[in-house]
């Protein structure tokens, strides 16, 4: 056969720059192996020499490996003939997205179990038997699992905050890559069975499916069902639905306050969203905008009205409802939390005049609206015709021509202001004053004999004067046009099977500026919190209110443009007038509501009266 031609080969070549191996020694051991011609590989032969030690020869392969080629180095091994190598190769050559190692396997040119060995044994690669191992569910949940098939390897485990991964050819530069985009350099490659890492990744995708199909769209339907109808027996007015990175956040809204209700698998949130889509009349497709919708639903009998708003997070997206009042929730004026005295001259003064603007204000969740709707639903009767323009039309009052704003199809808020003045109005409801415009269909309405109910977003009443001043609106159409601003808030009720004595404390009445005397006597109460509230101490809301009657005086100071602090003045001084603060501390004293709650949600800008002073001037007896 002549003198057969030896390569040094990449692994000796190494281990000569590795200074582990003479150059002398390397020749030599090559004359031998030539001699030998045995099945024997160089490298045993080296070894056979005592030229280089098992360990040390591992040890260099394991810290060379990303420089060396898999088929060179089975070959050198001894695990590969060079004619299988070279037909390895050419089949690889016809199967461009195929690894060596798979061609190499696939073809038997060597067996899974040689092909493991050599990649664990010789190079240190972790063998990890998938027969045995337990794959932590919690670590693969947050993988894409196509991305895994794909780069040919499987996550196992965390080990010291890196995350073991078997590959099925851990030499494979481009499955490394793959697995460097999901984890950086956070990784430790392992080896395994490739025919095991295909099953195994099969499994978990077919267990994905399986558990998105745990919520078809009857479940969804189901979900979506007992959301709302416990949101409506629990009195909630909004339904928050919040997606996260591993759960679905359901929240009620009640007496103004978040609560959770549940929270749901994830997986739930496509299947959920879709559902309340379809009954919004939503596009299902579009999840890259903010959308908005409407649905009704029933509930024991009942017809609610939802609104409903999609907004994009980088979670998915977050649906608010909120749940909208019907006719027979409006209360009724004289329950909606008046005190006697106010409620007297509200409907004398206000409500029966002929002509005018009122304006409710206040916050938002203030409860301006329901307010807004005891109006109309007592002025209403068949002689007048009421049209309204709202944004949008939250509750429906029989027998008034209610008219919702829908800028999606052009129906603008000044396009139905323009033709609400045409359709021969008595009464005109402007859902909110938010503009210039908004503000002088009001104004120049009243001036034309129309009465006109409004709300406006402002702290107090006085403010609200102050900001209809500086909307360019002339002094004297203010002064002449609006007859009543009510201002309100809603404080929270001392739940009634909890409540308990309570003593103010010096701080309370430091805040108040109060001496004990200005407190007076009256039976203070304060809820302990049991099961029926929450245990907050609170069940249920009330309404404070601050009711300024534009009298004569008042007329002047807005003629003269006085500034907020003497209009405050000049209102308090008029007869009948009580602050937000004082008609809280008068349900304060009446064990309605607490100093705490007051406190949290009003203004302090004067200092009140005392308490027997308000309930005087409110008719409290
Ligand atoms: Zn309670």
Redesign the pocket.
């Known amino acids: 056969m002549g003198q057969e031609k030896i390569q040094p080969g990449e692994i000796v070549s190494l281990l000569i720059a590795q200074g582990l191996l003479s150059e002398e020694n390397a020749r030599y051991a090559m004359r031998v192996h030539a001699k030998l011609g045995s099945g024997k590989t160089l490298i045993d032969t080296l070894k056979d020499l005592k030229y280089v030690e098992a360990e040390q020869l591992k040890e260099v392969l394991r810290a060379n490996h990303l420089s060396l080629k898999i088929g060179d180095l089975l070959m050198e091994l001894g695990y590969l003939s060079r004619e299988k190598l070279n037909a390895a190769l050419s089949i690889q050559k016809g199967q461009k997205n195929k690894r060596l190692g798979e061609v190499i396997v696939e073809n038997q040119f060597m067996t899974e179990a040689d092909f493991i060995e050599a990649l664990s044994v010789q190079l240190g690669f972790p063998f990890i038997d998938l027969v045995t191992e337990e794959i932590d569910k919690k670590l693969i949940e947050n993988i894409p699992i196509k991305w895994c098939i794909s780069n040919h390897f499987i996550p196992i485990r965390k080990e010291d905050g890196k995350t073991l991964l078997a590959f099925m050819d851990p030499f494979s530069k481009s499955d490394i890559q793959g697995a460097q985009k999901l984890f950086g350099s956070n990784f430790i490659p392992g080896i395994a069975s490739p025919y095991l890492i295909e099953k195994k990744l099969e499994k978990v995708s077919a267990g994905r499916l399986r558990s998105r199909a745990d919520v078809d769209e009857n479940t969804a339907i189901g979900i979506v069902e007992s959301i709302i109808s416990s949101a409506i027996d629990q009195g909630a007015s909004d339904i928050h639905i919040e997606p996260f990175e591993e759960r679905l956040q359901v929240r009620f809204r009640i007496d103004g306050i978040l609560v959770p209700f549940k929270i749901f698998a994830i997986n739930a949130a496509n299947m959920v969203t879709a559902r309340i889509k379809i009954l919004c009349k939503a596009n299902i497709a579009e999840k890259r905008r903010h959308q908005d919708g409407r649905m009704s639903f029933e509930h024991d009998g009942n017809n609610y009205d939802l609104r409903a708003s999609f907004f994009v997070t980088v979670f998915g997206e977050k649906i608010v409802l909120r749940i909208l009042n019907r006719i027979d929730q409006i209360i009724r004026l004289d329950h909606i939390g008046m005190q006697p005295k106010m409620l007297d001259r509200f409907k004398k003064d206000v409500l029966t005049a002929p002509s005018g603007v009122m304006v409710i204000t206040g916050p938002t969740g203030s409860g301006k609206t329901t307010t807004l709707y005891s109006c109309v639903s007592d002025i209403a009767n068949p002689q007048i015709n009421i049209v309204t323009a709202e944004d949008p039309v939250e509750y429906m009052v029989e027998g008034i021509s209610q008219c919702s704003i829908d800028t999606t199809i052009n129906r603008t808020f000044d396009e139905t202001l323009r033709h609400v003045v045409r359709q021969d109005p008595d009464v005109i409801v402007i859902g909110e004053i938010r503009d210039n415009f908004s503000a002088n269909v009001a104004v120049n309405s009243a001036l034309t004999g129309h009465k006109v109910l409004t709300s406006f977003h402002t702290e107090d009443s006085v403010s609200a004067l102050i900001r209809l001043m500086n909307m360019d609106i002339d002094a004297f159409l203010i002064s002449s046009t609006l007859s009543c601003v009510l201002a309100q808030r809603l404080l929270r009720r001392i739940?009634p099977?909890?409540s308990e004595a309570y003593k103010p404390t010096s701080w309370d009445m430091r805040f108040l500026n109060y001496t004990a005397q200005d407190i007076g006597k009256y039976e203070y109460l304060k809820?302990r919190?049991?099961t029926?509230?929450n245990h907050t101490?609170y069940?249920g809301r009330v309404a404070v209110f601050e009711m300024l009657v534009l009298d004569e005086f008042i007329k002047a100071a807005i003629l003269e443009s006085r500034a907020s602090y003497e209009l405050r003045k000049i209102s308090i001084e008029t007869a009948g007038f009580v602050t937000l603060m004082e008609d809280a501390l008068s349900k304060i004293s009446k064990g309605i509501t607490t100093f705490e709650e007051a406190f949290r949600c009003i203004p302090r800008l004067v200092p009140p009266r005392p308490v027997h002073e308000i309930n005087r001037l409110l008719g409290v007896i």
């Open positions: 739940c099977h909890c809820g919190g049991c029926a509230c101490g069940r």
